[in-house]
C-alpha cells in the first residue's frame, strides 16, 4: 500500500512502527484464536441438541446454518463498516456482537427452547464474521509489505490453536454433562424429571460460552486502550476512495476469483461436515459415548494443527495450487474410505481428512486474491461470505445422514473435496504465478 512506503521510509521510523505494531498484533492474533475457539465449540452441539431436544440431525444441524449463515450475512456489512470507519472499529464491533452473542446462552440454557440457543450463535457468529472480515487486511497493514505474508501465516498459525482449545472445552465442560438417555428413555418421562435432565445438560452447554464472553470482553477493552499504528488507520481510509459498484462489477467479472469463491464455499462446507459429524460417525462405526467420541474430535484437531504448519513448510516447495489439488484429491479419498470401511480404519480416515484440510482455507484465499490490488478489501469479503458453505452443506449431510446413516454422510464433503481439488487444476491450468500474495 501506498501509505505504509511512505510511512516506512527512514530506519528510525520504520523502527518505530514495527515497535507500535508489536503489541497491536498480538491482541489481533489473539482474535484469530478466539474465532477458532467458537467454530470449534459449537460444532459437537449438533450430537448435543439432537439428543437434549430428541430431534433429527437434520433439524439439529440448524446449529451451523445459523453460525455460518450469520458469517454469508455479516461479512459484506463489515467491509462497508471498515470502509467507512477504521479496522479498529470492525474490530471491536466484531467483538461486541460476538460477546452479546456468547452472553445470550445464559438465557437460552433459562427458556431451554432451540430457537433461543440459535438466535444466540447467529449474534456470536455475526460478530466473529465482522472480526474475521476486520483482522485478516489489518494484519496486513500493520508493517512492511514484504512480510505481510509471514505476518499473516503467523496470525493464521494460532487459529488452529483456538480449534483445538474449542473442541477441548467441549470435550471437558459440554459432552460428559450430557445424559446417555435415549430419544425413547426420554419420551417416557415425566415432564418435570424430563425438564431437569434437560436443565443440567444446558447448563453444561452455557458455562463455556459465558465464560467466552468474559475473555472476549477483557479483548475488546484491550483492542479499545490500545494505540493503532497509522498504517492501520490509513489503509482503511484509502478504501473511502473506491467506487463500490466498479469494484464490485470488476469482481463479479473475475472468473478466477468467482472460482475462488466458489472454491472457498465447498471448502468450508467439507470442513463443517468432517468435524461436525465426527462425533455421529466415531459412535456409528465403533460404539462408545459422546464424550469418548470427542476424543477423535480433538485428534483430528491436532492433526490439523501439526498440519498447517507442515503444509506451509511444503508449500515453500511445492506450487501451492498443485498442493491444493493433491490434498483435497487426499481428502476425498478418505471420505471414501470411510463411508466403505466403517470401523476402526474409517474413523481413522476422518481423523486424517484434517491434514488434507489443513492448508486449504488460506491458500484458496490467496489463490482466489492473487492480482486483484485495490479491490481485495471487497474480495476478502466475498470469501469470508463463501462461508456459507458451512451452513447449507451440513444440512445436506443431515438428510443423508437421517436416510442413510452418518457413515453414508461422508459422502458429501467427499464431493466437495473434489471441487476443491478441481480449483487447483484450473490455478494450474491457468499457467498463473501460483504464488500466493501478501494477502494470504
Known amino acids: 500500500m501506498a501509505s505504509e512506503t511512505a510511512t516506512s521510509a527512514g530506519g528510525g521510523r520504520h523502527a518505530a512502527r514495527i515497535g507500535t505494531g508489536r503489541l497491536p498484533f498480538i491482541l489481533i492474533t489473539a482474535c484469530f484464536a478466539a474465532w477458532g475457539v467458537a467454530a470449534n465449540m459449537t460444532d459437537p452441539l449438533v450430537q448435543v441438541f439432537s439428543r437434549v431436544f430428541s430431534m433429527s440431525t437434520l433439524q439439529a ?76 487486511p489489518l494484519v496486513i497493514a500493520l508493517g512492511p509489505q514484504a512480510t505481510a505474508t509471514r505476518r499473516l501465516n503467523l496470525a493464521q498459525a494460532f487459529n488452529p490453536v483456538g480449534t483445538n482449545i474449542g473442541v477441548l ?17 426420554r419420551a417416557g418421562l415425566g415432564r418435570e424429571a424430563l425438564l431437569a435432565m434437560r436443565s ?3 447448563q453444561a452447554v452455557m458455562t463455556p460460552y459465558v465464560g467466552f464472553a468474559a475473555v472476549l470482553a477483557v479483548l475488546w477493552l484491550a483492542v ?80 490439523f494443527l501439526v498440519s498447517r504448519f507442515v503444509m506451509t513448510w ?28 466403517p470401523g476402526g480404519i474409517g ?41 456459507l458453505g458451512g451452513a447449507l452443506l451440513p444440512l445436506v449431510f443431515g438428510a443423508v445422514a437421517d436416510a442413510a446413516g452418518p457413515v453414508a454422510g461422508y459422502l458429501v464433503p467427499g464431493g466437495c473435496f473434489l471441487l476443491v481439488a478441481a480449483y487447483g487444476l484450473f490455478d494450474l491450468r491457468a499457467g498463473r504465478g501460483g504464488k500466493i500474495s501478501g494477502v494470504t
Open 347 to 387: 474413523v481413522a480416515a476422518v481423523v486424517a481428512c484434517s491434514a488434507a484440510l489443513s492448508l486449504m482455507f488460506p491458500t484458496i484465499y490467496g489463490i482466489a486474491l492473487e492480482g486483484l490490488g485495490a479491490d481485495t478489501k471487497f474480495g476478502s469479503a466475498g470469501l469470508v461470505m463463501a462461508i
Open 61 to 136: 444441524s440448524l446449529v451451523q446454518f445459523a453460525y455460518y449463515g450469520a458469517y454469508f450475512c455479516l461479512a459484506l456489512p463489515a467491509a462497508f463498516l471498515i470502509r467507512r470507519f477504521s479496522y479498529r472499529a470492525g474490530i471491536l464491533t466484531g467483538l461486541g456482537c460476538a460477546i452479546l452473542g456468547a452472553v445470550m446462552f445464559y438465557p437460552a440454557s433459562l427458556t431451554m427452547t432451540y430457537g433461543t440457543f440459535l438466535a444466540a450463535l447467529f449474534l456470536l457468529a455475526g460478530g466473529l464474521s465482522i472480526l474475521e472480515t476486520s483482522a485478516n
Open 200 to 202: 443440567a445438560e444446558l
Open 224 to 303: 479499545a486502550l490500545c494505540p493503532m499504528p497509522a498504517a492501520g488507520e490509513s489503509a482503511a481510509a484509502a478504501d473511502r476512495q473506491l467506487r463500490v459498484g466498479a469494484t464490485l462489477r470488476r469482481l463479479a467479472a473475475n472468473r478466477h476469483y468467482r472460482l475462488g469463491v466458489a472454491a472457498q464455499f465447498f471448502n468450508v462446507g467439507a470442513q463443517t461436515c468432517v468435524w461436525t459429524f465426527t462425533i455421529p460417525y466415531v459412535i456409528a462405526a465403533i460404539g462408545g459415548t459422546e464424550a469418548q467420541a470427542g476424543w477423535y474430535l480433538q485428534a483430528s484437531l491436532l492433526v
Open 314 to 341: 511444503v508449500m515453500g516447495r511445492v506450487r501451492p495450487a498443485l498442493l491444493l489439488a493433491l490434498m483435497a484429491a487426499l481428502g476425498a479419498g478418505l471420505c471414501l474410505v470411510a463411508v466403505l470401511l
Open 169 to 185: 472445552l467441549s470435550t471437558v465442560l459440554i459432552l460428559p454433562h450430557l445424559n446417555p438417555a435415549s430419544a425413547e428413555d
